[in-house]
């Protein structure tokens, strides 16, 4: 069965960076795309950073020049490296990939809190 296993998030400062790590139950490389989803306290779920298959990265306009968002193939991880982080960016992040089947079925993972305050 699919799983995908987040780490890395915890309280920072407003200025401050966090890096989450997921690492996946499956070859990296299989998914049609791995990425990262966040839900603000009262907000609904919505896209941080997606990482397609042989295509470019995506990011959300709220987030593009601070975030970062990689893999390492070797380890199956992928990383959302976190810059100049600021009270709105507080929520839980989840990790995600999408398999080829199915049409797009998307796997989550449990997600890790991120709490932006001073």
């Known amino acids: 069965q699919e799983r995908l296993v987040e780490s890395g998030g915890g309280l920072v400062q407003p200025g401050g960076s966090l890096r989450l790590s997921c690492v996946t139950s499956?070859?990296?490389?299989?998914?049609?795309?791995v990425g990262w989803y966040r839900q603000a306290p009262g907000k609904e779920r919505e896209r941080v950073a997606l990482i397609p298959s042989g295509r470019s990265t995506l990011y959300a306009d709220s987030v593009k020049g601070r975030f970062t968002i990689s893999r390492d193939d070797a380890k199956n991880t992928v990383y959302l490296q976190m810059n100049r982080l600021n009270v709105e960016d507080t929520g839980v992040f989840y990790c995600?990939?999408?398999?080829?089947?199915?049409?797009?079925?998307?796997?989550w993972g449990q997600g890790a809190q991120v709490t932006v305050s001073s």
């Open positions: 499956e070859y990296i490389g299989s998914y049609k795309a």
């Open positions: 995600i990939a999408v398999l080829w089947i199915g049409g797009g079925v998307v796997i």
